[in-house]
């Protein structure tokens, strides 16, 4: 039950990252949730060669502490919960995670175009890589199934099919197999599975699975009907699931477990849901959060309550970057460099990197090299989420659908130095079209707001209205098929003290208006040759805009955006364009 | 901040966990002596199942099975040893397809577990078996010498280091293996040509240790038939100086060559002590050292590895620590002052130093 202010309770959040753990504290301020301050150590995981995450979190709630001066562990190392009379302590604790490498995961359904299909939007919800898929049209003989199972040894098994009131016996059969492969398998090593299909077969799952699965978890039907996709119980099912196998994988899990009153919740998951409460809060506003992290990319998009969450490990900058090559080129990565760089140092910073994910690029080279990977992951990622939306939010061209909102997140994207080069990382990797504003989410709160709204749904209203997001800039990219060179828009800013100023803004072209942090302004758009500004072809109108120290932008470059391809004009206009936004 | 920890150490005792992939049966006992290619514990892998649709065979309803069986669950059975059969002057058999052990029966079925291969645990490193861990693997303690790297090839192997390296920043000469060095441990310069692979596989060495790999060759690398030590990491890099110094003046000696990496998403290997790949250089004391430190904390005085694409391979000593510093292309993080070897002092975020040691 979600607590109210009148508690004015305080609350410790504990992000548990691939490679960074980050302890961030709020409290109550002249009766308002305020984001009080943060403090963060490296991840304490196999992967550091510690092998406890719990280390870890210690670490950075000491250094919360030593920012804050306010002791919030005893002297042996203990979280003080609740807070003590002498103002020791915090009141509660909530976990997110995304340490951990992606869960092996196989795919069971009856039609590959309806439930696995379904079934397979929902494993990309969290960090899986899906070891194979079982469904009705599978050629292999039943022995072959049962080999290939065993051998793949998946950690987890997500299965669906059949709609509620349909035909059993199909959907029986690949169970039994299943089953069978599962009994089959070392006790040790035998799989969690979900069971999100035709709901009067939910009793003989449970007595065909219960006792082989590690852990078995039934849910309503992600296809009730042939035409409804119902993934939203099945994927908070899929999310406290993910912490159980983590569990498994990592004993300590249960220590945070217990100190976070059972609030732990995979980071994705955590922020999908802030992002949805924020798009609601707006009124069906939709938007778009980006994270860039050593685990995952994760692009949370939220249509009012609709909310799209796609997972992608393969384009995380840690670990999983040897296997970058297999989504993508070297030169895809190096075309959005600034500087003329052999392939081989491009090459060789992506397997250093995957060796060392904590690595922080130690000159301006390696820091253009790692933007331009985050380009590409970022681009990849986004192209293949849109690929996977409903029909109905698609554009032509396989653009970006309309974001009012855009929210970045992600060490990368937030330790750049300038302002400019984390609003072109975000433009030229999202594309995104019409009228946008970007914000940074420049502390990675909003997975622990997401889990914050668990046990307090006042806190992460508060602390974001209080000003947690630092606004970016609000962005126009006009969509047009004119050619390089031609006007596509004409823009008028008129500032609340009266000033004006006029602009006609090429193809091609990159354009600031200058407005400082704080004013607003009214801005007429008006779109030349049936250009779309994101008001409709040919629509002119205005809008109200916030300053910010990158003014307003108009991207006119195009979308999709090219790149020249030949290297010297291609540096030529990125170092333009990263003059133009200060980077 | 704590500091992660690369041990270079010319003498220390180790304690390193040996895992076979499945459960199976320790040989070696607690205390015992034992040798690199001791076979310390066994297991049968990659075995097979075979489902048998018994009542389709005998044409016969699913529930009627059990009364035509005549094997049981657990029972060892040869190639086509009767499985089931109906009674009568046209009854029907169905002999087993292969030998194997019966692991389950129901649903009309059985299913045979055929075929596997045995599994040999090997110790790996001279020592003494201090542990146990189930029927899983075992701990070995043992004393010597460790140089750690940053990847392996996933295999492990025991010889004589032998030394094709002048200087620590050369690229491996293949012309250079030949059939003397057949059966040897070969330190060897950057691995820029798939030729040095080739002539390691025709000459039958037994490990190579590298500074780094072109990584246009770790397909290659993977497949190789013997461990490749890689210590500092991926594009041409020179040896660190601690790591040279301490191989080279080693060789002929009897190594122990670790490439196995972590399977950092098994579960089981969080009982792997040995986080990194490395080389071992059994040394006989007549006291056993300490073991190395675990955790660490940057402090100035300390000799650290500086992990700069630009700076490979170098080696320095932290002179004081710069919270929040802004490192020269802007970005802000915790820093630390080096000295580096050649008298050069760099700015370097904590996250991109390693503790010697």
């Known amino acids: ?583 | 901040m704590f500091a992660p920890l690369i041990h270079i150490l010319p003498l220390a005792t180790i304690m390193r966990t040996r895992l076979m992939p499945v459960e199976g049966k320790i040989i070696i006992g607690i205390g015992q002596k034992v040798n690199p290619t001791d076979v310390v514990a066994e297991a049968i892998v990659g075995r097979k199942h075979l489902v048998i649709d018994i009542a389709q065979k005998l044409n016969v309803a699913q529930r009627d099975v059990p009364k035509f069986l005549r094997v049981k669950k657990g029972q060892q059975i040869a190639k086509n040893d009767v499985l089931a059969e109906t009674p009568g002057l046209f009854g029907k058999e169905v002999p087993a397809p292969a030998a194997g052990t019966v692991v389950a029966t129901g649903g009309g079925k059985i299913v045979i577990e055929t075929g596997g291969a045995v599994f040999e645990l090997r110790a790996g490193i001279p020592g003494i078996v201090a542990q146990t861990i189930g029927g899983r693997g075992v701990v070995i303690r043992a004393t010597g010498g460790v140089v750690q790297g940053v990847w392996g090839n996933g295999k492990l192997d025991f010889g004589t280091m032998h030394s094709l390296m002048e200087t620590p920043d050369e690229i491996f000469d293949p012309g250079r293996i030949d059939v003397s060095l057949r059966g040897t441990i070969l330190l060897g310069g950057h691995l820029e040509s798939p030729k040095v692979l080739q002539n390691a596989v025709e000459m039958s060495v037994r490990g190579l240790i590298v500074p780094s790999i072109n990584p246009a060759l770790l397909q290659s690398a993977l497949q190789a038939p013997f461990p490749i030590l890689v210590l500092e990491g991926f594009g041409r890099r020179p040896m660190n100086p601690s790591a040279y110094k301490l191989l080279s003046t080693n060789v002929k000696r009897d190594v122990s060559l670790n490439a196995e990496m972590p399977t950092r998403s098994n579960p089981s290997s969080r009982q792997e002590a040995s986080v990194r790949p490395e080389v071992f250089i059994p040394l006989p004391v007549s006291q056993e050292p300490p073991e190395p430190r675990q955790v660490e904390t940057f402090a100035p005085g300390q000799v650290v590895r500086v992990m700069f694409l630009s700076k490979p391979g170098r080696q320095g000593t932290i002179l004081n620590l710069r919270p929040m510093a802004t490192l020269p292309n802007g970005i802000q993080a915790n820093a630390a002052e080096v000295r580096l070897e050649n008298g050069e002092q760099i700015l370097s975020p904590l996250t991109n130093l390693e503790v010697v040691g």
């Open chain 1, 1 to 583: 039950m979600p607590a109210s202010l009148v508690d004015g309770n305080s609350l410790l959040a504990v992000d548990v990252g691939a490679v960074t753990t980050r302890a961030a504290y709020f409290d109550v301020v002249e009766g308002q949730y305020r984001f009080i301050g943060m403090g963060q150590s490296p991840t304490t995981n196999h992967a550091s060669g510690m092998r406890n995450l719990v280390l870890g979190v210690q670490l950075a709630v000491e250094n919360l502490q030593n920012l804050l001066g306010k002791p919030f562990m005893d002297e042996e190392g203990r979280l003080l919960i609740p807070s003590q009379p002498d103002g020791s302590g915090v009141d509660g604790m909530v976990v997110t995670l995304s340490a951990g490498t992606p869960i092996k995961t196989l795919l069971v359904g009856l039609l590959p175009d309806v439930s696995l299909h379904s079934v397979e939007k929902l494993a990309n919800t969290t960090y899986t890589r899906i070891v194979d898929s079982l469904s009705l049209n599978d050629p292999r003989r039943l022995d072959e199934q049962v080999n290939t199972i065993i051998r793949q040894s998946p950690e987890l098994i997500l299965i669906a099919g059949g709609v509620d009131g349909g035909a059993t016996h199909s959907i029986n059969n690949i169970i039994e197999t299943i089953g069978l492969a599962a009994y089959l398998m070392p006790d040790g090593q035998r799989p969690a599975m979900l069971y999100a299909g035709n709901r009067a077969l939910a009793g003989a799952i449970h007595n065909t699975l219960g006792k082989i699965a590690s852990e078995l978890v039934i849910c309503p039907n992600v296809r009730p009907t042939l035409e409804v996709e119902a993934l939203g119980p099945a994927q908070r099912e899929l999310a406290k699931l993910t912490i159980n196998i983590r569990q498994r994988q990592m004993s300590e899990i249960d220590e945070l477990r217990i100190l976070s009153g059972g609030v732990i919740l995979p980071t994705p998951y955590a922020q999908g849901r802030i992002v949805r409460f924020l798009s609601v809060d707006g009124e069906n506003k939709h938007i778009l959060s980006v994270d860039i992290g050593a685990s995952a990319v994760s692009l949370a998009a939220a249509f009012g309550e609709d909310l799209h969450l796609n997972v992608f490990p393969q384009f995380g900058v840690g670990e999983a970057l040897t296997g970058l090559l297999k989504y993508t080129t070297i030169d895809d990565i190096a075309r959005w460099l600034p500087i003329e760089t052999p392939l081989e140092t491009v090459r060789d910073y992506l397997y250093q990197k995957s060796l060392y994910p904590h690595y922080l690029p130690a000159t301006r080279e390696e820091l253009l090299i790692e933007q331009a990977l985050a380009r590409q992951n970022i681009l990849l990622a986004t192209q293949t989420m849109v690929s996977r939306l409903p029909g109905r939010y698609r554009r032509t061209l396989g653009l970006l659908p309309s974001f009012e909102l855009i929210l970045a997140s992600g060490s990368v994207i937030t330790n750049a130095p300038a302002l400019g080069q984390k609003l072109l990382m975000l433009l030229d990797a999202l594309q995104p079209a019409g009228i946008t504003t970007l914000a940074l989410d420049q502390n990675n709160l909003l997975p622990m707001l997401g889990a914050a709204a668990e046990v307090n749904n006042l806190l992460p209203i508060q602390v974001i209205e209080s000003g947690a997001l630092a606004y970016l800039a609000t962005v126009i990219s006009p969509i047009s098929n004119s050619s390089y060179g031609t006007p596509i828009v004409r823009a008028k800013l008129i500032r609340e003290d009266g000033t004006t100023m006029t602009s006609e803004v090429n193809m091609g072209n990159l354009q600031i208006l200058p407005l400082e942090s704080g004013q607003t302004a009214r801005l007429e758009l008006r779109p030349l040759r049936n250009a779309d500004v994101g008001l409709g072809p040919g629509r002119a109108g205005a809008v109200d805009v916030i300053g910010s120290s990158l003014g307003v932008v108009i991207d006119a470059r195009g979308r999709p955006l090219k790149l020249p391809s030949n290297t010297t004009d291609r540096v030529k206009l990125l170092k333009k364009w990263l003059k133009t936004v200060g980077g």
